[in-house]
């Protein structure tokens, strides 16, 4: 956040809004069974997101230490995608509550992405039809979102984990590449 803002980006209106409403409405007025179950819900999107990063190249023209950057990331949410579950699933969190969680978040999730988003690309001055192409072109790279449906049905699946997708050695694989991996 301190280097948007040393770049002249203004992300405090944002950020307020979204801890507001976040933490200061849903978070304080919600049962500690359904905060973990939306940490849950999110943890698996991001661990979707890891996954898909990892198998397209829709990174392949960012800067090399953006690109570095994000797909460590991506090999970092892999690795504790479970952690989370098996917290949830171990003090009693039931099925519903899990879809409860992902209800719960996943609109608010893309909500949240599209308004920040926004904010940001306003803030660069690009014009509506800059703007457009852009999304047309991630779309065609397999960047655009549709994916998180699938994710987010697999998800509410009686009997979901999320180590049945293994994809563990994805992760372990680029960190080899980079010489990131020991032992």
């Given at each position: 956040?301190?280097?948007l803002?040393?770049?002249?980006?203004?992300i405090?209106?944002?950020?307020n809004?979204?801890?507001?409403?976040?933490?200061?409405?849903?978070?304080?007025?919600?049962?500690?069974?359904?905060?973990?179950?939306?940490?849950?819900?999110?943890?698996?999107?991001?661990?979707?997101?890891?996954?898909?990063?990892?198998?397209?190249?829709?990174?392949?023209?960012?800067?090399?230490?953006?690109?570095?950057?994000?797909?460590?990331?991506?090999?970092?949410?892999?690795?504790?995608?479970?952690v989370?579950?098996?917290?949830?699933?171990?003090v009693?969190?039931?099925?519903?509550?899990?879809?409860?969680?992902?209800?719960?978040v996943?609109?608010?999730?893309?909500?949240?992405?599209?308004?920040?988003?926004?904010?940001?690309?306003?803030?660069?001055?690009?014009?509506?039809?800059?703007?457009?192409?852009?999304?047309k072109?991630?779309?065609?790279?397999?960047?655009?979102?549709r994916?998180?449906?699938?994710?987010?049905?697999?998800?509410?699946?009686?009997?979901?984990?999320?180590?049945?997708?293994?994809?563990?050695?994805?992760?372990?694989?680029?960190?080899?590449?980079?010489?990131?991996?020991?032992?």
């Amino acid at each position: 956040f301190d280097l948007l803002r040393e770049h002249g980006y203004e992300i405090d209106n944002f950020l307020n809004e979204y801890r507001h409403f976040a933490y200061e409405n849903i978070e304080s007025r919600s049962p500690p069974i359904l905060c973990l179950s939306a940490t849950v819900a999110l943890e698996h999107l991001t661990a979707v997101m890891a996954h898909h990063a990892l198998t397209h190249n829709h990174l392949d023209n960012a800067h090399p230490v953006m690109r570095d950057l994000i797909m460590w990331h991506a090999c970092e949410e892999i690795e504790h995608k479970s952690v989370a579950f098996d917290v949830f699933t171990s003090v009693g969190g039931s099925w519903l509550t899990r879809v409860a969680g992902m209800t719960l978040v996943f609109p608010l999730l893309l909500w949240f992405w599209d308004r920040a988003a926004t904010d940001l690309l306003a803030q660069d001055k690009l014009s509506d039809e800059a703007l457009a192409a852009d999304r047309k072109k991630m779309e065609s790279l397999g960047a655009g979102r549709r994916y998180l449906i699938g994710a987010v049905l697999n998800y509410i699946r009686p009997g979901f984990h999320p180590d049945q997708v293994d994809d563990y050695p994805l992760a372990a694989a680029w960190l080899t590449e980079k010489g990131r991996l020991e032992g």
